[in-house]
């Protein structure tokens, strides 16, 4: 009895190990406004709260292009005349010549930066399930 207890004290403590290294390692879900807003109040909190997990980022593209050989999206911020860089995957080119100006699009990246306006790094396109 007291074995049997003893797992399954074991898997439960187990279970809520797994479940915080998971909550952990979850996309944080956003929109540039709401990126620019978080750094622009508190770029500390925003730092800290983005560090070590994916960032999904869901807006209205205003411009794609490329700079220094780094292809970009820009995504449209609706309080300032400034736009949202998201620097993209070079392996994602094709599938941005897809992507048009003022179409709604998510992509994930693996760091957020701040200066002046919300910059993203190693971008990929989300793909729809």
Known sequence: ?????????????LGNFLAASNSNSKIFKTTPDELDQMFSENELFANEKLDGKSVEITGVIASIGKSMGKPYVEFKLSNSFLVAV????????????????????SLICE????FMFPTGENCTIKRSK
Request: hydrophobic residues 45%; charged residues 15%; glycine residues 2%.
């Open 1 to 13: 009895m007291r074995i049997y207890i003893v797992s399954i004290f074991l898997f439960l403590s």
């Open 86 to 105: 998201m620097f993209v995957e070079i392996s994602e080119i094709n599938s941005l010549t897809n992507l048009r100006k003022g179409q709604t699009t």
């Open 111 to 114: 760091k957020i930066s701040y």
